[in-house]
């Protein structure tokens, strides 16, 4: 039985301090509705989560990952990876996330979605990041699901843009598909959320790289609410 969505919007930011990925996201989500879009650093946004892609084994040893990881604390990391140890027996799948406790006044939590298995893994070829993006809302949904109104704001930055080579118009068409295709969608656990989306965009991942930034998501399908 699908789970029902909470009702409270949720705000969203897309920060980043590459130009190119600013201005590829203002193109996808220009149609998308309570998106706030602006150039710089992840570090400056005050919301109740960040969510930082990573690794599958939560090693915070580069991109995003290192910076947020330089600015929290060591403990960070140890969070991270108790949480993927505890739920996920050690590796977190791609289109799966963890939510821990940051420490810190702001933000409040932390969001560790894999866009790669290993660090700085090429990923320019997969559907990673719409995975990634759909898990880390995933996350939300469920963290406000066990605790109400936890994370109402939270921040992204481009996934996979630097340390997974995605080019910035693919970043933002599958960061779009996965924001897109997680509110058609209620999942009922990240195994759902995976096997539903690559369903989904299999055409996508089945076309010449030259065209996937060409290639829009597909119709949006009917809600299973």
Not at 65 to 84: F, P
Not at 105 to 132: D, G, R, Y
Not at 137 to 166: C, D, W, Y
Not at 185 to 207: G, K, M, P, W
Request: glycine fraction near 8%; charge should be neutral; hydrophobic fraction near 40%.
């Amino acid at each position: 039985m699908a789970v029902n969505r909470e009702q409270a919007p949720l705000k969203v930011v897309l920060t980043d301090i590459n130009t190119h990925v600013v201005e590829a996201w203002r193109a996808a989500f220009a149609d998308t509705p309570g998106i706030e879009i602006r150039k710089g650093s992840i570090l400056d946004e005050n919301v109740d989560a960040w969510v930082t892609p990573t690794n599958s084994r939560g090693r915070m040893d580069g991109g995003v990952d290192g910076v947020i990881k330089r600015h929290l604390g060591a403990g960070i990391q140890l969070r991270v990876q108790r949480a993927i140890r505890d739920r996920f027996a050690g590796s977190l799948p791609v289109g799966s996330a963890v939510c821990v406790p940051s420490g810190a006044v702001n933000p409040k939590f932390l969001i560790s979605t894999p866009t790669m298995q290993t660090s700085s893994q090429n990923v320019s070829e997969t559907l990673n990041v719409a995975l990634a993006c759909a898990a880390a809302f995933q996350a939300i949904h469920q963290k406000n699901h066990e605790a109400p109104g936890s994370i109402t704001s939270v921040a992204l930055v481009g996934m996979g843009a630097q340390t997974g080579r995605v080019p910035a118009r693919v970043c933002a068409n599958l960061m779009w598909t996965g924001y897109t295709l997680f509110n058609d969608h209620c999942f009922e656990d990240y195994d759902d959320l995976r096997s539903t989306i690559v369903a989904q965009l299999d055409d996508i991942e089945n076309a010449p790289a030259e065209k996937r930034v060409r290639i829009a998501p597909p119709q949006r399908p009917a809600t299973r609410r």
